[in-house]
């Protein structure tokens, strides 16, 4: 049986049209679940017996288990588990702007980046949209608190994903439902071409990340395998034309490495890249995790890097730091977790 989870108001309407039903059931459906948060159809009460029967025997509203929860200042990691046991981690970091939280999208990821341990555990396989939407939902029951901000950084590659992504933001987004504003909501890619393209017609002002992370295609092939498929030069024509079309900046996200992509001659090489784009760089001091080698950037070089965009005028800022004593890097919890046991 489906998860209701997984429909979007689009889905549900044409469910209810299909049975001859009218189709303003869906929004009812949707008020129910997303906003007075019910867990059983036969709480729906404006809705008739009949039309109960049907739903229960085609949907089932169904949770995932939280395995693991860790909190420091300002940060809570969960760890749920899916109905196949499969593990995946979400993170919700409290800003001054807001609660925001950190989806994954995949359980494991292909994409192989050398820095990043969610590719050291292969793709299993894509989350459902229902096991999205349901990170979204128990983070804030558990917390009884509002989600202000949901960025899809977690473990996965979310155009890797594509479809299933697109229907969990749609859910996100519907104004009779959750309605978190589409500018609320970043997508962040290691640059899958294609789908930059196809997100380019998405037609929400949803934000748009690029995990960049190196100025030239000689140390980027080192760092992100992807970048053999799809180099520089073909992310930022994707990149330019999305701009174009949708008038909306980007962000490009560049871990800091020490000794790898921190140097004056890659700022400089950045700035080059990006002159002239409606853009800007988001600063990643790198969380370092026990399996791999690279070492974070000193704060000295971070700011070194910082000022050289700066005085170049590329819009730059630097990521906040969270979590590293809940092991919060992208993929890090799950990985411990798989270790253990
Ligand atoms: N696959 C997508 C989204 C998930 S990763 C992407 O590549 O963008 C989200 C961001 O976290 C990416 O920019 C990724 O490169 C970065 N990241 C991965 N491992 C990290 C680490 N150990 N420390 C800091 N950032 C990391």
């Known amino acids: 049986m489906k998860s209701i989870y997984n429909y979007t108001l689009e889905?549900?309407?044409?469910?209810?049209?299909?049975?001859?039903?009218?189709?303003?059931?869906a929004v009812q459906v949707f008020d129910w679940l997303y906003r007075k948060r019910v867990q059983s159809f036969d709480e729906m009460s404006n809705i008739k017996k009949q039309v109960l029967d049907r739903l229960n025997s085609d949907f089932k509203i169904d949770t995932l288990e939280i395995i693991d929860h860790k909190s420091d200042t300002d940060v809570h990691k969960f760890l749920f588990k899916l109905n196949d046991n499969e593990k995946v981690e979400a993170v919700l970091m409290n800003h001054d702007y807001g609660?925001?939280?950190?989806?994954?999208?995949?359980?494991?990821?292909?994409?192989?980046?050398?820095?990043?341990?969610?590719?050291?555990?292969?793709?299993?396989?894509?989350l459902e949209t229902s096991e999205m939407v349901l990170q979204y939902l128990l983070v804030e029951q558990v917390l009884n608190l509002k989600i202000s901000h949901v960025v899809l950084m977690g473990i996965g590659e979310p155009f890797d994903n594509y479809d299933n992504v697109m229907s969990f933001i749609d859910i996100l987004n519907t104004g009779k439902g959750i309605d978190l504003g589409a500018r609320h909501i970043t997508v962040s890619t290691c640059g899958i071409v294609p789908k930059i393209k196809e997100f380019t017609e998405f037609g929400k002002q949803v934000n748009l990340a690029i995990?960049?992370?190196?100025?030239?295609?000689?140390?980027?092939?080192?760092?992100?395998?992807?970048?053999?498929?799809?180099?520089?030069e073909e992310v930022m024509k994707a990149v330019k034309e999305y701009?174009?079309?949708?008038?909306?900046r980007?962000?490009?996200?560049?871990?800091?490495?020490?000794g790898v992509n921190d140097t004056d001659k890659c700022a400089?090489?950045?700035?080059?890249?990006?002159?002239?784009?409606?853009?800007?760089?988001n600063l990643i001091p790198y969380n370092e995790t026990s399996h791999i080698d690279y070492k974070k950037s000193s704060s000295e070089n971070i700011m070194k890097f910082y000022d050289i965009l700066k005085k170049n005028n590329i819009g730059v800022t630097i990521r906040r730091e969270f979590g590293s004593k809940v092991n919060a890097a992208c993929g890090q919890l799950r990985s411990k977790y798989e270790e253990v046991k």
């Open 243 to 248: 701009i174009k079309k949708t008038n909306r």
């Open 11 to 25: 889905d549900l309407e044409r469910y209810f049209l299909s049975i001859d039903e009218k189709k303003f059931k």
């Open 211 to 232: 995990s960049l992370h190196a100025p030239n295609d000689e140390l980027r092939n080192k760092l992100m395998k992807i970048n053999k498929v799809y180099p520089i």
């Open 99 to 126: 609660n925001s939280l950190c989806v994954s999208s995949q359980v494991g990821c292909n994409m192989g980046c050398s820095f990043c341990e969610s590719g050291r555990l292969k793709k299993v396989r894509n």
């Open 250 to 258: 980007v962000t490009f996200e560049y871990i800091l490495l020490s």
């Open 268 to 281: 400089l090489e950045l700035v080059n890249l990006l002159k002239g784009m409606n853009c800007y760089v």
